[in-house]
């Protein structure tokens, strides 16, 4: 049960930073370069991304994480291996909580009314400055969660027993 529970929590530590990954390049040069553009080209590229990450890796690897945290819940609940179950437990609420719930009740409604939005439209700018702004805060929090719940999940199988 070791090895399982171990093999889980480095899936989960991967794929978390993995997410962080994706989230701090958002954050850090994609959106800042999408503001730059006049705002017909910068909503288009951002719609765009919209579209292609549904069908992309990134989703299986979003919605496999959450699996995972549930899979570490039952393992918590059960016992099995681990001997700091706050780490483990912290890296379960970074993920559903601060990456998974927030792109869900936040992310997502702003793609929603991007995706709505004809970037000719005459209301296309302030609809755009919105989304950058706010979008991108929640990316931050996003981020931030995803590198935290990294963190948790690879201190929480550092304390594994074998």
Avoid at 35 to 41: C, F, G
Wanted: glycine share 6%.
């Amino acid at each position: 049960m070791a090895l399982l529970v171990f093999t889980i929590l480095i899936c989960a530590a991967i794929g978390s930073g993995l997410i962080a990954g994706v989230f701090f390049a958002f954050s850090t040069f994609v959106m800042k370069a999408f503001a730059r553009l006049p705002v017909k080209q910068g909503a288009a590229a951002m719609q765009s991304i919209n579209r292609v990450i549904l069908r992309s890796l990134f989703m299986p690897l979003f919605f496999g994480c959450a699996a995972l945290s549930v899979v570490l819940i039952f393992a918590w609940r059960l016992q099995w291996a681990v001997t700091d179950w706050v780490a483990v437990l912290a890296g379960i609420v970074f993920y559903v909580v601060g990456v998974f719930l927030c792109t869900i009740a936040f992310n997502v409604p702003l793609n929603v009314r991007l995706e709505s939005m004809s970037p000719a439209e005459a209301a296309a700018s302030g609809t755009w400055n919105h989304y950058l702004s706010v979008w991108t805060a929640w990316n931050h929090v996003r981020t931030v969660a995803a590198l935290a719940a990294s963190a948790a999940f690879a201190a929480g199988a550092a304390g594994v027993q074998g």
